[in-house]
């Protein structure tokens, strides 16, 4: 009969090999993973600050435009204000010269009141 084998423990250089390799990756991972966790705290307030500056920058550009629609609505009404003020211009001119036409009409017919009552005297 042929004896059986008795078991002996050996090292087998590629199984140790594996296995450091594989528990430094679990080391490594770990690592990577508690760097990650840490960051991400500051990744969070980061975040939230750069959306308070944008909610900031977002009213102030409400602001912004509200400004722009009543410099629009303003400058509308002051081209509206000239414009009447040039139509208000010309009709004064023109009343003007009414004026001066019948000043020179009443003159006249003064002038002729006169000379025909030295006439009668």
Do not use: C
Not at 36 to 45: E, F, I, T
Not at 96 to 112: G, T, Y
Request: no cysteine; proline share 1%.
């Amino acid at each position: 009969m042929v004896a059986t084998p008795k078991w002996r423990f050996e090292y087998n250089l590629n199984t140790l090999v594996i296995l450091f390799g594989f528990a430094g990756g679990l080391i490594a991972w770990g690592a990577t993973w508690e760097r990650v966790n840490a960051n991400q705290d500051s990744q969070a307030n980061s975040i939230d600050r750069l959306d308070k500056r944008l909610t900031a920058a977002e009213v102030s550009l409400r602001q912004i435009d509200n400004h722009e629609l009543r410099i629009s609505a303003v400058e509308k009404q002051a081209a509206e204000a000239a414009t009447s003020m040039k139509a208000v211009e010309s009709t004064l001119n023109n009343l003007s010269s009414d004026m001066r036409l019948v000043r020179e009409i009443l003159q006249r017919l003064e002038d002729n009141g006169r000379s025909s009552s030295e006439i009668r005297r």
